[in-house]
């Protein structure tokens, strides 16, 4: 059995082709085309973007996979696309491809959760035997991937840009939602500190990154909702916005002596003594501040910047960690797994991993490439779906808001 899927629910067109045999599923071709070029410079998704450009890309990615799996449209048992949730305009092109193949070829169609496709996919493990770019984007890998075993009951915690979700899986389609952030995702939370902080786009990796070798303790970002299921992440924000203004400001490069131009132009100078050197600092202007909330970082020592972003980060994997610790506790389920692009984090991954194993339970993470959005995780849970006698109806709309549980 062979399943291709295509992935469109944001700003990355995906293609993949996955193999069933009497030896487990195989990845034949898996392409990823990201736009974030394309919407960096709007600060955001623009929808209208988003759609046009995967209607360029769809094609090209469709004949890209087919040539990398060596398996024609013909040969293909199912076509599968990301149904929802996602923006409307993005999930129609998707959709329709793969809803036009099926009726072409007369083969069955699945519109597949995009958050299925996250939860199911850290059971989608294995080594990648070989990788290939698509030429388009951020490349794509073909690869040997084996399933591990069933889908065992689970606590999934899947954290993406859109989403902050604990769902409690007993298996394949019987999800039940436990916990949901009643305000920003984590990943959202990420992308809008880095924003707020000078850094890139997304802002999850941007952070990390910076916070290597920081003082996660340094910082006391508060801990929101800690008694319940959900999650709450735009007081974090907040906090992180209030602190900047108040941010211990010392110029980064030491000067002795002479006075920094900058720093009597247009600040506040005070003369600070840090051991037997002279320095200036000076904080930045509540003008300078209200225009670009960053600035004040323009006067913090290298370290400071660090310490923000590993406390601000801590914050998040503390929250994270505890509140799926509980669940699983609660409910006595013995292996919790995690998806979605957050969790390509080293830290949450490691923090997880050993506040699980304190605890006697056991985890499992999707791969890395297999966290941010790709059609790899929609062709695996479609295909688990076909063998358990799933399709959908090539009438079925797309569901922009569509809920896993
Ligand atoms: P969505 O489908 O909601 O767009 P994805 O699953 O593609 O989300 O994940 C994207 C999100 O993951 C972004 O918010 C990004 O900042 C975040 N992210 C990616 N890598 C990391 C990382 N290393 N640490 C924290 N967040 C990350
Ligand atoms: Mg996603």
């Given amino acids: 059995m062979t399943v291709l899927a295509l992935e469109t629910s944001c700003d990355e067109t995906a293609v993949a082709i996955l193999r069933d045999d009497r030896s487990g599923p195989e990845l034949l071709a898996s392409e990823v085309a990201s736009q974030v070029a394309a919407h960096e410079k709007y600060g955001g998704v623009v929808p209208e973007i988003a759609s046009r450009n995967h209607l360029i890309y769809a094609p090209q990615l469709l004949d890209g996979a087919v040539a990398a799996a060596k398996t024609p449209f013909s040969e293909i048992d199912a076509f599968a696309a990301t149904s929802g949730p996602g923006l409307a ?30 939860l199911l996919s850290p059971f989608f493990a294995g080594a990648m035997h070989s990788s290939r770019s698509s030429g388009l984007g951020d490349g794509g890998v073909a690869s040997t991937m084996r399933v591990q075993g069933d889908i065992r009951p689970n606590v999934s915690l ?20 436990i916990g949901h952030t009643v305000d920003d995702a984590a990943g959202e939370a990420f992308d809008k500190v880095a924003k707020m902080l000078g850094l890139g786009y997304p802002g999850g990796p941007e952070i ?27 007081g974090l924000k907040t906090a992180v916005r209030y602190l900047l203004p108040k941010l ?10 002479a006075v920094r131009e900058t720093a009597t132009r247009t600040g506040r100078p005070e003369a600070e003594r840090t051991g037997s050197e002279r320095i200036k600092s000076r904080r930045v202007t509540e003008g300078e501040f209200q225009r670009d909330p960053s600035s004040t970082l323009r006067f913090a020592r290298g370290d400071v910047l660090r310490d923000l972003c590993a406390s601000f980060q801590q914050a998040i994997v503390d929250v994270l960690v ?32 050993d506040a699980t194993g304190r605890k006697g339970i056991e985890f499992k993470s999707a791969e890395p490439w297999l966290c941010t959005d790709n059609a790899a995780m929609i062709a695996f849970a479609a295909l688990l779906r076909l063998r358990a006698g799933y399709r959908s109806k090539v009438t079925e709309e797309i569901d922009p808001n569509l809920k896993v549980a």
């Fill in 322 to 353: 505890t509140k799926t610790i509980a669940v699983a506790q609660k409910h006595r389920v013995d292996l919790v797994t995690i998806s979605g692009g957050v969790s390509c984090n080293q830290e949450l991954r490691r923090q997880m991993r």
């Fill in 89 to 118: 305009s993005s999930l129609m092109i998707g959709a329709s491809v793969a809803k036009g193949l099926a009726i072409g070829f007369g083969k069955p169609y699945l519109g597949i959760n995009h958050l299925e496709g996250h």
């Fill in 248 to 257: 211990p400001v010392i110029p980064s490069e030491v000067e002795s002596g």
């Fill in 158 to 177: 899947v954290v993406s840009g859109g989403h902050t979700l604990l769902v409690l899986v007993r298996g394949l389609t019987n999800y039940q939602l």
């Fill in 208 to 234: 990390e990154k910076h916070a290597r070798g920081g003082d996660p303790k340094r910082f006391d970002f508060p801990r929101s909702m800690p008694a319940s299921e959900n999650f709450s992440f735009s």
